[in-house]
């Protein structure tokens, strides 16, 4: 007996929860500053999300407000493009044309501008590299040159010591 008397309970808690949730599902169906979302529902219902979302369809039925809701918000912007005049349409067109174009103009400004300094700095860069690599082989050369230098005061020295040395 205990056991039925749960069930009947069980059951009013469940139907009365049903209610809640069909009356929260409308209101937030009837006011758009409501998100139709499963957190929102439990602020107004006072009941569990987990709850809702194992009954499942409340989730369903707050996707369909959702969708309803963008469809909505794209048949306004259809609306609010067929008050306008097509003349008008266009002419926002061609002013949007104009800021891209001025946009990548600038750009291209910007580019050709990057692009000469840079150019203007490889010219620097090599001709300094060739000044550079000119005075490394003058002191190559210079370096060779004292080489050749050195050899011939040693053969010298060699001679004089060679010399020396028979006289005594």
């Known amino acids: 007996m205990t056991g039925q008397a749960f ?27 409501l998100k139709p979302t499963a957190a929102e529902l439990s602020r107004i219902t006072g009941i569990h999300r987990n709850t809702i979302r194992q009954r ?22 259809v609306r609010a493009e067929k008050k306008q005049d097509p003349k008008a349409i266009l002419m926002q067109r061609l002013e949007k044309s104009r ?31 060739d000044y550079y690599v000119q005075i490394v082989d003058d002191l190559r050369l210079k370096i060779k040159l004292q080489d050749t230098e050195i050899q011939k005061l040693r053969d010298a020295l060699h001679l004089v010591s060679a010399n020396l040395e028979e006289w005594k």
């Open 7 to 33: 069930d009947v309970k069980n059951q009013l808690d469940f139907d009365k929860n049903t209610e809640l949730l069909a009356r929260g599902i409308m209101q937030i169906s009837a006011d758009v500053s």
């Open 56 to 77: 499942r369809w409340p989730l369903e039925r707050l996707e369909a407000i959702k969708e309803n809701r963008r469809m909505e918000v794209l048949a306004h912007k």
């Open 99 to 129: 800021l891209e174009v001025l946009y990548w103009f600038n750009r291209h400004q910007e580019t050709e501008s990057s692009w000469a300094s840079l150019d203007k700095r490889l010219n620097t860069v090599l001709e300094s590299r």
